[in-house]
């Protein structure tokens, strides 16, 4: 897959690979003990070059192709998928401002965002919706030459730190997904109230928590996308956002492969090396296999997204498979290593925990369930 990608491409993969064995792998432990990103956020990888990578050079981007920035990415989950998560949000709310943003919008936000010195965070997701992406119950209501925004999100990655967030917000709830807008809301502004991050299973890097909205007034000029389209925007990315969940899958398995073959080629046990006995082996070879599946699942997506092509069913498959590959991947892993998988002295565990993750965000498997047989359906309707 790599050779179609551009020399320029390469070099970014190649800088993300970099990154992730001298800036992520090193402190991935800790972030993930202590509960926190890192005290310098993304801006390391920002002057890494792993920030505006769909964006056009114009605008200070790197031109990627969506597959281009997804192998990136996988890269990046090698060491760490919560990290990853947060620079593919990041990424996707720069390329949103570059596509539906004016031209004040872009000279406002994108060199911040750049820089590193601006996080972003998408706030579709409520406490009462769930995988019911349309049912918005944050309200906005025109106010003169503003709005005022009153409600809740949940599931935020970056809450804990993002600086700016894009707001979907109800305008008239008469006309359902229809009265969706979307706003693009400061962090700091009167009215908006952080809460405090959630304590999971793991990926706490990502700083995943919810927001309220307590008559927070924005101007006319955040709106991003009008009423109509906010939904429709939101909707639009949801394939890529599919896809590269499979690709960042495909990272934490790889890596889990890697470090499991390595600990069983130097473990002896009953005389011989735990490499040599054929179980383990088998084991496995059963796990290159759902990683070579999950990989070219990935990137048919992505490829069908590159050229403009359907990509919905492509991408829900993916997903489906690959998290559903991971988790019992990386448990596979972690059993041919015996107990000393389970120590955090190795990146599996995390890796463990988000897998379990990637089942739930942007659609979970039972959603994919749902495209899968809408479509499998069709010809009976």
């Known amino acids: 897959m790599d050779s179609a990608l551009s020399p320029s491409e390469q070099r970014m993969i190649a800088a993300a ?11 991935a432990a800790r972030w993930e003990l202590e509960r926190t990103m890192p005290d310098n956020g993304i801006r390391p990888a920002a002057k890494a070059g792993l920030t505006g990578m769909l964006l056009d050079e114009s605008l200070g981007g790197q031109g990627m192709s969506k597959a281009g ?3 990136a990415m996988e890269q990046l989950s090698m060491a760490d998928m919560g990290y990853a998560f947060v620079m593919i949000v990041h990424n996707n709310f720069m390329n949103a401002i570059a596509d539906g943003g004016t031209d004040a919008q872009r000279q406002r936000y994108l060199p911040d965002m750049l820089s590193g010195e601006c996080l972003g965070a998408f706030l579709l997701t409520e406490p009462q ?4 992406a349309a049912n918005v119950t944050t309200t906005a209501r025109k106010d003169g030459d503003g709005w005022i925004l009153n409600g809740a999100k949940a599931w935020i990655t970056s809450a804990a730190t993002a600086d700016l967030l894009s707001v979907y917000a109800q305008t008239d709830a008469s006309r359902g997904w229809r009265g969706i807008a979307t ?3 400061e962090a700091h502004l009167p009215g908006v109230i952080r809460e405090t991050p959630y304590s999971t299973m793991g ?5 995943t928590g919810g927001f309220r909205f307590e008559n927070c007034r924005v101007s006319d000029d955040t709106m991003l996308y009008a009423p109509g389209d906010g939904f429709k925007g939101a909707m639009a990315g949801i394939d890529l956002a599919r896809a ?16 499991a073959l390595a600990y069983a080629a130097e473990r002896r046990a009953f005389g011989q090396r735990i490499l040599d006995f054929q179980g383990v082996q088998w084991q496995l070879a059963d796990v290159a296999t759902d990683l070579h599946a999950s990989h070219l699942m990935a990137y048919a997506a992505l490829a069908a997204i590159d050229a403009g092509q359907p990509a919905a069913i492509p991408a829900a498959h993916a997903k489906k498979f690959a998290t559903r590959a991971a988790l019992a991947g990386i448990a596979q892993c972690m059993q041919a290593m015996g107990a000393d998988g389970y120590k955090h002295d190795f990146p599996l565990a995390r890796h463990l925990a988000c897998a379990k993750m990637a089942q739930y965000i942007d659609g979970s498997t039972e959603i994919q369930n749902v495209v899968i047989s809408r479509d499998l359906l069709r010809p009976f309707d």
Request: aromatic share 4%; net charge negative.
């Open 69 to 71: 920035m997804a192998r």
């Open 183 to 185: 706003f693009m809301v």
């Open 203 to 207: 990926a706490h890097v990502m700083g």
């Open 244 to 259: 590269n969940v499979a690709a960042m899958c495909s990272g934490m398995m790889a890596n889990s492969l890697e470090v």
């Open 17 to 27: 690979a970099d990154f992730a064995a001298n800036t992520i792998t090193p402190n």
């Open 129 to 132: 919706s769930g995988s019911d």
